[in-house]
């Protein structure tokens, strides 16, 4: 082993013949072929005269993978430092004897943890730190492979520098590991998977970071990239960073306009250098010029810019502006690195993308899971009236809180998170007022004429998969009161009037999967007034929200589509709808239909008459869009089947069969009512004025061919047929 510096001298002979100008050509030819030079290569037993401080270093280097650690890969012969000594609880430093600076570049493999300052090798001249790079992991999972690192040190040369190894982190990640360390002239080629290294100061609007669309759910096989900003982590995401321009699918970007002037250190593993020379500064993104233009992009449906989507968040009305957060992966096509998206709106119709709010890792402890907001109007909470406060899973400490202060632009994670602990996900919190007949939970709550109640999906022995209900008068300290099974994820508590009786209500809870029951609510408990459970939505509509705090009373509803799309975006949100609770034959149900604002969308108009539909003899409307609201009321008459064709699709009613595209739907006054979204990739069903609502894909873009309807198999009679060519909302 050598673990002191030393060089390989070359001494070049000339015969005192020789012209000076053939000595000098010698010299260069030489210089130009001088060996690479040996600082350390750590394959000996103990550390030699390297100075040893702490715990953290053991008796001499590691033989690889210590007891209790990941396994290490990426080391050269037999041994390497491996400060897992004692696990992540020890600390120390390792620092060499003096180092000439002989050659223009020092290269060596590291990896662990990415603590700045805390799990890192620094290069010391006259005791300064000219020179620092960390591990890249800071947080559960990642990988222990260390990777190939780089320092110029062009402008050291001749210099002496000691090089340090630091462990001064404990807990996840709280270790370093370093191996081989030269001295060479030549510049390397970092390998495929090569770690990456940038300083900048923050200028412009966004970091601009070029995708490769591989790697599936959870980046697989992918790395990670790292954003500190005056030596503070506040982005942390595991990706596939483009290996270069011609294989970049797609440009993802992180806003940073927010640290104008501030000094930024980006980080990559897994990453070539021409790759990384992708990620820049840049008030633009790369591609924006055809977003929303796509043929596949729905253009009334909101959809994020590029990344993943999964489930509303954070529905809320707050000064004038619709909040609607979202699950998203900002970064890649697949799930993964959970954060909330951003958009507003001041209508429900144009939505205005906002930089994102809550971040993983660096703002929570781990992923921020899906969750709920509302408005602290009475200021429970001690952070000012009107507050907008944001409930979420933390999924690496429990149901967590994040304040917002200034209308949604900023948010401040709650320093005494969690604030609800147990096996589960997905708040959503609602404030319950107090009527004369109501028991309040204490004199506080006597006070505030009402409490918080938090209503969020749960597991235990007793009640299994359940809806767990909590209580609040402060939103911080929450009292468990009881549990409802046999529900799963983003469950949601609400009340309605009872065919629009404001002196009739009933309360409604309301999970993932779109099953419903209607019940009581007594602040404390749900009790349902019937056995199982209703379905107003079908089809690929999963984890929906409500907007809390709606200005008119209204309760509009909002899913997630699972209805995939190529990029550079993934995944869809269904068009706005409101939920009301009506009387039917069956009992009381729920229906939803899409809000009323979708008429300011109309272009233009075409409406047939009243009339017999003859078997077989289609009525049709001219349509010069395929963006359309299609709305038709049939007599069913004889008929076998009620067909409504629009561009790229086929609506059937099986009369005999009573199911509307496969869903049950009974007729009602011998009459059904189809009303049927058509928006480039997404379709949506509304039989019978909401009685059912179903999801779907649809074409993309379409030269428009008309809509018509048809009876199939007898004679039906046309009530209304409506054909509202819409405008798109970008």
Known sequence: MNLSAHATTVFVFLAMTGTSALAQEAETRASAKRADVLVADFEGETYGDWKVEGEAFGPGPAQGTLKGQMDVSGYKGKRLINTFFGGDITIGT?????????????????????????????????????????????????????????????????????????????????????????????KPKLPMLGRQEATFTVENKYLIIPIQNKGGRGNRGGGQLQLHID????????????????????????????????????????????????????????????????DHRPQFHFTQKVGWNNDPNGMVYHDGRWHFFFQHNPVALPWGNMTWGHAISEDLLHWQQQPNKLFPKTMAVRDCFSGGATVDKKNTAGWGENTLVAFFTDTGCGEAIAYSTDGGDTFTYYENNPVVEHKGRDPKVTWYEYDKDDKALDDEARALGGHWVMVVYDENEDQGRNAAFYTSTNMKQWTEQSHLPGYFECTELFELPIDGDETESRWIVFAADAKYAVGTFDGKTFTPEHEGKHQVHWGPYYASQTFDNAPDGRKIQMGWLRVGSPGPYNQHFSFP??????????????????????????????????????????????????????????????????????????????????????????????????????????????GNDGRVFISGPGPTKLDETGVSVVAEGGNARLVNMEAHELKSIW
């Not at 960390?134 to 040369?157: H, I």
């Not at 321009?245 to 990453?271: C, H, M, N, P, Q």
Request: aromatic share 6%.
């Open 94 to 186: 390792l620092t060499s004897p003096p180092v000439k600076i002989e050659r223009d570049y020092l290269i060596f493999l590291i990896g662990g943890g990415g603590h700045e300052g805390k799990t890192c090798m620094n290069l010391l001249l006259d005791g300064r730190v000219v020179r620092s790079v960390t591990g890249t992991n800071n947080r559960p999972g990642g990988s222990e492979a260390l990777e190939p690192a780089v320092w110029d040190v062009t402008e050291l040369k001749g210099k002496t520098v000691h090089i340090q190894i630091v462990d001064a982190a404990t807990g996840g990640w709280g270790h370093v590991n370093v191996d081989h360390v030269v001295q060479t002239d030549t």
């Open 231 to 294: 030596g503070e982590e506040v982005r942390n995401y595991g990706l596939h960073l483009a290996p270069s321009s011609d294989l970049t699918d797609w440009y993802a970007f992180f806003t940073i306009d927010s640290y104008k002037g501030k000094e930024a250190r980006v980080v990559a593993s897994k990453a070539t250098e021409e790759g990384f020379a992708l990620v820049k500064q840049s008030d633009t993104i790369p591609g924006e010029e055809r977003f929303y233009k796509e």
């Open 577 to 686: 709808h409101r939920l009301t609770l009506r009387t039917t034959e069956e009992g009381i149900r729920m229906f939803a239909k899409p809000i009323k604002e979708i008429e300011d969308l109309r272009a233009r108009s075409n409406q047939a008459r009243s009339q017999d539909l003859v078997a077989d003899q289609p009525v049709t409307l001219p349509a010069g869009s395929d963006l359309l609201d299609v709305r038709v009321t049939v007599e069913v008459g004889n008929a076998s089947a009620i067909v409504l064709n629009l561009p790229g699709r086929s609506i059937k009613y099986d009369v005999k069969g009573q199911k509307l595209n496969g869903t049950p739907l009974k007729p009602m006054d011998g009459k059904i009512s189809i009303q049927v979204l058509a928006d480039r990739s997404l379709t949506e069903i509304i």
